[in-house]
């Protein structure tokens, strides 16, 4: 395993500004993640999980801190910089699958891939091997609508995959599931980090589920702390 970790935030604050008033929601968060390794962010709804995984994903600029992807600092990136580096390197699963229900499973792995540069024969084939992982090969010309809400996920995270991210960003990925595709759906995410090497960082309120994961850090009053697993 690499020493470099894959995800780096050092000392990231991001304040919010509403009414006049300042809402810190990061208060010099530190964190680190290293390949193959899945960790569990938990924490009270309100809390500021979604601002981190924003922040950690490059969607939002802490208002200071440092963020660093490979051991390469990204905070002097220009906003087309952040955006190559997330198409590249970053993969984000969210509560609702969010599929094209219009295109199927194969064509919704495909779509980010052709965006990317990758041919549609290339794309194909890696979306057929990825569906493949999951025992999904046979529904891969099925649409969105087709397929239960545990495959739709199982897509959603194979999308999330499609061009070989070294970070995989979750927010509540099986919040919207009940318990047992939950369950089914973890242990597909926890083999998949296992099999390509990623570093994932999955946000969740199951702490059942967090406990399956390798750490669980918990952010409360803007502040992440290790939770004992």
Known sequence: MSDTPTLELRGCTRIYHQAGAALPVLRGVNLSIRPGEIVALVGPSGAGKSTLLHTAGLLEKPDSGEVLLAGKDCS???DDERTAARRSGIGFVYQFHHLLPEFSAAENIVLPQMIAGV???????RADELLGLVGLKPRADHRPARLSGGEQQRVAILRALANAPRLLLGDE????????TADEVTAVLIDLVRRTGLAALIATHNLDLAKRMDRILS?????VTAVAN
């Open 173 to 180: 990925p099986t919040g919207n599931l009940d318990h047992k």
């Open 119 to 125: 041919s549609r024969k290339v794309a194909r084939r």
């Open 76 to 78: 002097a990136m220009s």
């Open 219 to 223: 952010l409360e009053d803007g502040v």
